[in-house]
């Protein structure tokens, strides 16, 4: 045996053993990806029929407007907001899209424990997303509208359709208040956490 075939054996043993260490933690990270999937979807309704939550809980599609009925996130609407909404639409000439509207209480709920993933608390959520048992999503009396220019022409025009901006931190955020069309919207609230509605 010559004196460079131990250094051989040695550098084959060292490549074998990152190999292995490599298809381990392949299979490690592919058994993680799986619990995952598997575990990822939020469920709603109980014993087999169970589903993930979508459309039928509120969730919206990209490009739904004020006017698309069989979207249940707008057809759930309170009647009076939507016809506000659709009256503004129209008058305005421009497309109300809508981001989110009515809401599931499942949904709400997902919605929630996500902002508190993400703001790290249950406090610092609230000044994003309310409870399903405070947010006036879940009862259809607030829509999220998309795009600038709507929500441009709001900020101006809204208070004559009852249609008003509630937090500050929220410009997409519009609740209907049928007295703004004589006196003007009420102050802003800093954040929903500010709202005394969300204090139950």
């Known amino acids: 045996m010559s004196v460079s075939e131990p250094a051989q054996l040695t550098g ?3 490549k074998l053993a990152l190999r292995a260490a490599f298809v381990v933690a392949n299979v490690a990270l592919i058994g993680i990806f799986i619990h995952q999937t598997l575990s990822a979807p939020v469920l709603s309704g109980g014993g087999s029929g169970q589903r993930a939550l979508g459309e039928a809980d509120g ?3 990209e490009g739904t407007t004020v006017f698309d009925d069989e979207v249940a996130g707008v057809a759930n609407l309170d009647p009076s907001l939507l016809g506000a909404l659709r009256q503004a639409s129209t008058d305005a000439g421009i497309k109300f899209f809508v981001n989110s509207g ?3 209480p499942a949904y709400q709920e997902q919605l929630l ?3 508190i993933s993400k703001y790290g608390s249950k406090e610092e959520a ?3 997303v309310a409870t399903p048992e405070t947010s006036p999503h ?3 009396h607030a829509v999220d509208l998309g795009r600038s220019d709507a929500l441009a022409w709001l900020s101006k025009h809204g208070a004559a359709y009852g249609l008003c901006q509630i937090y500050k931190n ?3 955020h519009y609740e209907l208040r ?3 069309i004589e006196h003007g919207c009420p102050p802003m609230y800093a954040d929903p956490s500010h709202d005394p509605r969300m204090q139950r």
């Open 126 to 128: 609230a000044r994003w």
């Open 59 to 61: 969730a919206v599609p």
């Open 138 to 140: 879940v009862s259809g």
């Open 113 to 115: 424990n996500e902002a």
């Open 12 to 14: 084959r043993r060292t």
């Open 170 to 172: 929220e410009p997409w």
């Open 178 to 180: 049928p007295e703004a």
């Open 102 to 104: 009515w809401r599931s």
